[in-house]
């Protein structure tokens, strides 16, 4: 691969244009709203879903529990929204959805033209996210565009990026995006390059990123959680894969398993 092949392929996607953040109220979403916002070059909207208990079983009015009064839910999944546009203090948009929240992330999503959903974690395992179905598991496996999963964060943020790279297509858009939040926030980047599990195309890394980076025997999820145990954003690139082909992928197994926030970066149609 040349020098003009090498720099055009490494043209960053618009990942942080139009940017769409899952709201519920609890910390986690609200850490995930400011880190959008610190991220965020273009639109932003917060989304808040609520979907009642029971489908078979609904209403409002006295004697309604909470949980299934129609009112009661709207009404918080309002003031969720609120508080974080009080608390980014961002030009943001404000949407109220009834329904499950994955599916009205993924809807707004492919509606809108987002290019990055981001979504707070809640702490499940990769395990309990599958079986409970958590969101931020959905958006992994279905989301169609990039995804970032936010966990508690450094001040200021980003302090550190770790971003993977075997000279895969995906990779070379994660290193572009991750050299490119580097470059504007005046932060560290450390490329790591895992040498277990499967074949590196080590010219072209070298061509990429020189000599500083971080070179580890293990396999890829091995080798980035460890590297980015004092970060606080780990890039990786992402296949592509939906639904079952995505589990055991090393971006899922990667956004469950590290301990800071994870983006990972899927080149979309609308970007």
């Not at 169609?144 to 995906?170: N, T, Y």
């Not at 398993?257 to 990972?264: E, G, N």
């Amino acid at each position: 691969m040349n020098a003009t092949t090498t720099q055009k392929k490494l043209a960053a996607p618009k990942v942080f244009s139009r940017v769409l953040v899952g709201v519920d109220g609890s910390e986690e979403s609200q850490e995930a709203a400011r880190q959008a916002a610190t991220l965020t070059e273009g639109r932003l909207t917060l989304l808040a879903a609520y979907n009642l208990a029971s489908a078979l079983v609904g209403g409002t009015g006295f004697g309604v529990p909470a949980y299934y009064d129609e009112d009661i839910q709207r009404d918080s999944a309002k003031a969720a929204v609120q508080q974080v546009r009080q608390d980014v203090d961002a030009d943001a948009t404000g949407k109220i959805v009834k329904g499950v929240a994955w599916d009205a992330l993924i809807g707004e999503a492919e509606r809108a033209e987002d290019t990055l959903i981001v979504v707070g974690s809640h702490g499940l395992g990769r395990m309990a996210g599958i079986v409970m179905g958590s969101v931020a598991t959905e958006m992994i496996h279905k989301a169609p565009c990039s995804v970032l999963v936010a966990r508690k964060r450094s001040d200021p943020f980003p302090h550190k990026i770790v971003v993977g790279i075997d000279g895969s297509p995906q990779s070379l858009a994660a290193y572009a995006v991750a050299k490119q939040l580097a470059e504007k926030f005046a932060t560290e980047l450390v490329p790591v390059r895992a040498h277990g599990g499967k074949q590196v195309e080590g010219q072209l890394v070298d061509r990429l990123v020189g000599r500083y980076r971080e070179e580890l025997p293990d396999e890829p999820v091995t080798a980035l959680v460890a590297a980015s145990a004092d970060a606080d954003l780990l890039v990786v690139g992402s296949r592509g894969l939906h639904g079952i082909k995505a589990l055991g992928s090393v971006s899922e197994r990667v956004a469950h398993q590290a301990r800071c926030s994870v983006l990972i970066v899927r080149e979309s149609p609308s970007t």
